[in-house]
């Protein structure tokens, strides 16, 4: 059986569209603006959806993923009366969810069922999105989830929609951790100090079908998971689980260190975690690799950075052409990694994309451009 | 402030703030290292000192960094605390 | 795949394979710190979570016991799959409060607005480097839940997974008068146990 993903779309602080978005990147783009917090702390963000008074701002924007993805198909598969709707699922990544409603004090209303439930209605999706919640590794743990019940025979069609929204309640929360930058995030460089948060969407379908897709953006290989079994929200600083996870993908797939043309880190700028991530690729003899991080772009979108980042990484892998790793100007030497610095090309075709979050867990998945 | 009085506290608000549910705040010894060994504090911890230092001490420290002498015992952060209380404004 | 161990935390009784082995009484933290010494731990770390974490470790404390006693591999075979309703609602809410008054918010708290956390200190406390997932649903899908299960084992290389239910909230396919939190794990394995299925997991994690 073979596993395809297409049908993309994308909405994060350098715009709509992966195509557009990507264009950015690789002409150096940041998206990132200053916005001073709350008890005056200074930090960039990524705004990438229009403020307003829309109560449900999260769901507005998933359903305009959702309706994207669908319409690139060459048949609706996600119809609810549809002949496939038993074989078709939708998977959802968030770590907050519709957090306004609690930010306003209606603590059910923001509970992650309930935007599920709300995007089967308006979506007239045949179920309620299965919700994924692994803190930053969401999204790549939801691709593979996807890829894990096609193969399981659970379903035939995947939607794998990922997003999360910049808010007061998060922003306040990585604050109290001092884990913000300054100025924009630097992934991966000597004087990194911290992350920059962004808000974003992106979409993706899965399916054993080919002929679902007009043009398919890749071939999932295979996908694996670790835990770090240290810290609450300090990642291993042997990279354990990490490597547990990558390796874990290698033997799935069949896999060594020589075939990967392109690592797409999680590189969020903060000094424990792109230590981390530094430790565990030289672990794994993928030094050599070109590396980077997209959250110098655009943010850390926390549940939509999975999906959205191995979308991009894709199209990159498409146009041989990788954007370089944003923010990474001055690189931090120990242990050494080949991040990089200007828009590169990739060994093979074979993309790693790797996640890390809160409470150790660690997803990794390869794909094939 | 009495300097005993003001290290007396300070250790109910230490086993307070960081839920040290099975450490009586008497048997803090003034000079004991709080990171380390002994009280097993840990980043979270740390972060959480510089909570107690705004909210009952009007203290304000930016750099985490900074923590680490001050947060070394009960004395070091009781050094800390009177040294600002005293300083002009 | 066979179910070896369940755990059930409901009405301040924490029970294993339906005898109980500690109870507590009230709806705030007490009931949670009585089960932990009721079940003799000694984990300091215990009193830094949040309720909904705490919770989670005790529902699955008992099933690890076993796991050590039956000398299964916890720190690379063993799988978890957690899944609830209200996520982190609760310390969502002490989290928000100070920050909705413009005051600053407290680390320690932040660090458990996430529904992993309970997975998280879970694998911390017992070592367990394996996969681990977690999910949010207004019931458990217990048709997905054993695909997972069974994907850990036969795809992932574990030889148990731990499926659970835990939730400060929200008890699921419960109508009936407010519960007090609630807990429901299974232990699945591949050789020993009696045969599980969606319909047998579901009885499992939900209270009656």
Redesign the interface.
């Given at each position: 059986m073979e596993i395809l993903l297409g049908a993309d779309h994308v909405t994060c602080a350098l715009g709509s569209g992966s195509t557009h978005v990507l264009d950015a990147m690789l002409d150096g783009q940041c998206g990132l603006v200053p916005e001073t917090l709350p008890g005056g702390i200074a930090a960039y963000v990524g705004r990438a959806f229009p403020k307003g008074a829309d109560q449900h701002p999260l769901e507005e924007q998933l359903l305009e993923t959702v309706a994207s993805c669908r319409a690139q198909l060459s048949r609706d598969v996600f119809a609810a009366d549809g002949r496939e709707a038993m074989r078709s699922a939708v998977i959802l990544s968030t770590t907050k969810g519709e957090i306004g409603f609690l930010e306003k004090g209606d603590t059910t209303a923001a509970f992650l069922p309930a935007l599920a439930e709300r995007l089967r209605i308006r979506a007239s999706l045949p179920a309620a999105p299965i919700v994924v919640s692994n803190a930053c590794a969401s999204g790549t743990l939801a691709i593979k989830l996807a890829a894990d019940l096609i193969r399981a025979g659970s379903y035939d069609h995947v939607l794998v929609i990922g997003g999360d929204l910049l808010s007061r309640f998060t922003l306040s929360g990585f604050a109290s951790l001092h884990a913000l930058s300054a100025g924009p995030c630097r992934p991966f460089d000597r004087t990194r100090d911290g992350v920059s948060l962004g808000e974003a969407v992106a979409g993706v379908v899965l399916s054993n079908d080919r002929a679902l897709f007009k043009e398919p953006l890749g071939r999932y290989i295979a996908g694996g998971m670790g835990n770090d079994a240290n810290h609450i929200s300090g990642p291993s600083r042997t990279g354990e689980g990490l490597v547990r996870a990558v390796n874990a993908a290698l033997r799935a797939g069949d896999k060594t260190a020589s075939d990967i043309g392109h690592i797409n880190a999680h590189g969020t700028g903060s000094s424990y975690n792109d230590r981390m991530e530094a430790v565990a690729f030289g672990r794994l003899d993928m030094e050599h690799v070109p590396t980077n991080s997209h959250k110098g772009y655009f943010g850390h979108t926390l549940g939509a950075a999975g999906v959205l980042e191995t979308i991009l990484s894709l199209h990159a892998m498409h146009r041989k052409q990788l954007p370089a790793s944003l923010g990474a100007n001055d690189l931090d030497e120990l242990p050494p990694l080949n991040v990089l610095q200007s828009v590169g090309t990739p060994l093979s075709n074979l993309l790693l994309k790797t996640s890390s979050g809160f409470g150790g867990c660690n997803a990794a998945i390869f794909i094939e451009a | 402030m009495d300097r005993e009085e003001l290290k007396r506290n300070l250790k109910q608000q230490i086993v307070k703030q960081l839920n040290l549910e099975e450490v009586k705040p008497e048997s803090i010894a003034d000079d004991a290292p709080l990171f380390g060994d002994g009280l097993g504090l840990d980043s979270i911890d740390a972060l959480e000192l510089i909570v107690l230092l705004d909210r009952h001490y009007g203290i304000k420290i930016t750099d985490p960094k900074d923590g680490r002498t001050i947060f070394t015992s009960v004395n070091t952060m009781a050094d800390h605390i009177l040294a600002h209380l005293a300083a002009p404004k | 795949m066979k179910l070896l161990a369940t755990t059930r935390i409901q009405d301040g009784r924490l029970l294993f394979n339906d005898t109980e082995l500690a109870h507590g009484i009230g709806e705030d933290s007490d009931f949670l710190?009585a089960l932990y010494g009721g079940l003799g731990m000694d984990y300091?770390k215990f009193?830094?979570m949040d309720r909904y974490a705490r919770l989670s470790l005790l529902a699955a404390e008992p099933l690890y016991r076993k796991l050590r006693e039956e000398g299964a591999d916890i720190v690379n075979a063993v799988g978890l799959v957690t899944v609830n309703?209200?996520?982190s609602?609760a310390t969502?809410?002490e989290?928000?409060e100070p920050?909705?008054r413009?005051e600053?918010?407290?680390?320690?708290v932040?660090?458990?607005?996430?529904?992993?956390?309970g997975?998280?200190?879970i694998?911390?406390r017992?070592?367990?480097?394996?996969?681990?997932?977690?999910?949010?649903?207004?019931h458990p899908?217990c048709?997905?839940l054993l695909?997972?299960a069974?994907?850990m084992i036969a795809?992932?290389?574990m030889t148990h997974v731990i499926v659970g239910w835990s939730d400060i909230f929200a008890a699921p396919y419960w109508s009936g008068p407010p519960t007090l939190p609630f807990a429901g794990f299974a232990l699945i394995g591949l050789d020993a146990g009696t045969p599980i299925t969606p319909t047998g997991l579901q009885a499992i994690l939900t209270p009656h």
């Open positions: - | - | 710190r300091p009193h830094k309703r209200s996520a609602a969502d809410t989290h928000w920050v909705s413009g600053s918010a407290s680390p320690a932040f660090v458990y607005t996430l529904p992993n956390t997975a998280g200190e694998t911390i017992h070592g367990a480097f394996g996969p681990s997932i977690c999910l949010a649903s207004e899908d048709d997905l695909t997972i069974d994907d795809s992932q290389g």
